[in-house]
């Protein structure tokens, strides 16, 4: 019996399955293990009753998130997992390689995450070849649910955006300067605050202004982590996530424009992954 963790920073899905099928699947908060103390790890995973008549039965853990850069907080998430599943081996894989796994058929392809957070490699089915570092809200995940959320919220807050726009954003969500400043800057998770208004340009995905909004970022994307690859142009790209497959017609219209290969969009990893794995598991 295994149990397969995919993590975002926003969501993670939860999946036990043995070679008879799947036994339990559930859906959490993200585990981006930069933003958890082993304190908070531990009580958000003994919280979790839905794995109580599975823990002594299950023999690998394989849990796929962000957040990995830092060997500290991998190590921590180990012995939270361990302590738990005593009887397991644990394998602590990052979210990138999970996409890449969910969506790979036999050919070499680009992989690109575009949720919360960005990201993007290649793999050839073995072996995952970053093509430019990952640095998180502040410095990068460009073309990310987060980048998105913090251009529209200083497009409101310095009074940027259109009428129509600016009246609609200020009946959906109350909001002010202070606020968002203290969620940004001194309250946790604040990638996740600012991807939370991605709903918004999704509910107005139509007008010009979302439209120059998204494409800018998506474009700054593809220039920074795709069009910077000597090679891009010689492999298809799969798209994952939930932000890609939602603006997957603005993405599309970019990507003939730069003249890349889609090779798909798969808004969640998870069914892919868990293909993978009890091909794994059954072999």
């Known amino acids: 019996m295994i149990l397969i963790v995919e993590s975002g920073s926003t969501k993670a899905d939860w999946i036990v399955v043995d070679a008879d099928g ?14 958890l103390n082993e304190a908070e790890m531990q009580t958000r995973l003994n919280a979790l009753t839905q794995l109580v008549p599975f823990v002594n039965s299950i023999s690998s853990v394989y849990f796929y998130t962000p957040g990995l850069a830092i060997q500290e907080y991998v190590f921590s998430l ?3 997992l361990q302590a738990l599943f005593i009887n397991a081996l644990i394998s602590i894989e990052s979210d990138l390689l999970a996409a890449a796994r969910s969506v790979y058929s036999g050919a070499p392809l680009f992989v690109s995450i575009l949720g919360t957070g960005s990201n993007t490699a290649f793999y050839d089915g073995e072996v995952l070849q970053q093509t430019s570092p990952s640095l998180g809200y502040v410095l990068g995940d460009e073309g990310s649910g987060a980048a998105l959320g913090k251009d529209l919220l200083k497009a409101y807050l310095y009074q940027l ?5 600016y009246i609609s954003f200020s009946k959906s969500y109350s909001i002010s300067k202070e606020n968002v400043l203290k969620a940004v800057y001194t309250q946790d998770a604040p990638n996740r605050f600012l991807a939370s208004y991605v709903p918004f340009l999704v509910a107005h995905k139509n007008h010009d202004f979302v439209k120059d909004l998204v494409s800018n970022q998506f474009d700054l994307y593809i220039k920074t982590h795709l069009k ?18 939602i603006f997957k017609d603005i993405l599309s219209s970019l990507l003939i424009i730069h003249q890349l290969t889609i090779f798909c969009f798969s808004q969640s990893p998870i069914n892919g992954l868990l293909r993978y794995h009890v091909q794994k598991f059954n072999a």
Do not use: Q
Request: positive net charge; charged residues 20%.
């Open 228 to 245: 910077s690859n000597p090679i891009i142009s010689d492999y298809p790209i799969a798209f994952v996530g939930s932000v890609a497959f």
């Open 161 to 165: 955006l259109p009428k129509d726009l």
């Open 78 to 80: 180990h012995r939270v």
């Open 22 to 35: 799947v036994k339990c699947e559930f859906k959490t908060k993200g585990w981006n293990i930069m933003l």
